[in-house]
T-cell receptor, first 116, second 112 residues
Framework: NAGVTQTPKFQVLKTGQSMTLQCAQDMNHNSMYWYRQDPGMGLRLIYYSASEGTTDKGEVPNGYNVSRLNKREFSLRLESAAPSQTSVYFC???????????????FGAGSRLTVL | AQSVAQPEDQVNVAEGNPLTVKCTYSVSGNPYLFWYVQYPNRGLQFLLKYITGDNLVKGSYGFEAEFNKSQTSFHLKKPSALVSDSALYFCAVGPRGYIPTFGRGTSLIVHP
């Protein structure tokens, strides 16, 4: 049982380049999330998808787009990368966001992105 | 709005001693509270949660957390620290079912 799988693990981009971070989960979860982690800032929510077919902005969505491709997959795209987007990106999933019960997230191992 | 404060960037403790990692929160209504741990170069892992009931919650790896409603706190504790407990610890708060808000994290260093 792989849980949440992110690719790539590492990526170096030049300013202005584009790229897509891929995320897949095999736990039949309905909800998926993208966070970025920066030193001293903790985790900040970029986008989330409460269920297949829906996406919503989080705390820091500017410069990013997402696609919920199907129930398993949720990708994050940087259209024109900037040095401020240098960060570690985490994908997470949970059974059901916004419904009864505590929302426990399962995280992927992270993708370290450097924008030069 | 909901928020979490972890007042200590780093906590140092000797192996075998008890440890406490502090967390205070702000949320409308009854809180759902969580602790996650992040080992180097890994994603966050769920440790424990508080929903309702007993104020002392037990979780993975011998950790426990004490919910204090009057002080709006949810401190993480362990009676005897291990070197392998050294990691980054995140407190999170959420209203029922919603997306949790994470604190900035506290680095726990357990010295041999």
């Amino acid at each position: 049982n792989a849980g949440v799988t992110q690719t790539p693990k590492f990526q170096v981009l030049k300013t202005g380049q584009s790229m897509t971070l891929q995320c897949a989960q095999d736990m039949n979860h309905n909800s998926m999330y993208w966070y970025r982690q920066d030193p001293g800032m903790g985790l900040r929510l970029i986008y989330y998808s409460a269920s297949e077919g829906t996406t919503d902005k989080g705390e820091v969505p500017n410069g990013y787009n997402v696609s919920r491709l199907n129930k398993r997959e949720f990708s994050l795209r940087l259209e024109s990368a900037a040095p401020s987007q240098t960060s570690v990106y985490f994908c997470a999933s949970s059974p059901n966001q916004g419904t009864k019960g505590a929302n426990v997230l399962t995280f992927g191992a992270g993708s370290r992105l450097t924008v030069l | 709005a909901q928020s979490v404060a972890q007042p200590e960037d780093q906590v140092n403790v000797a192996e075998g001693n008890p440890l406490t990692v502090k967390c205070t929160y702000s949320v409308s209504g009854n809180p759902y509270l969580f602790w996650y741990v992040q080992y180097p170069n890994r994603g966050l892992q769920f440790l424990l949660k508080y929903i309702t009931g007993d104020n002392l919650v037990k979780g993975s790896y011998g950790f426990e957390a004490e919910f204090n409603k009057s002080q709006t706190s949810f401190h993480l504790k362990k009676p005897s620290a291990l070197v392998s407990d050294s990691a980054l610890y995140f407190c999170a708060v959420g209203p029922r079912g919603y997306i949790p808000t994470f604190g900035r994290g506290t680095s726990l260093i357990v010295h041999p």
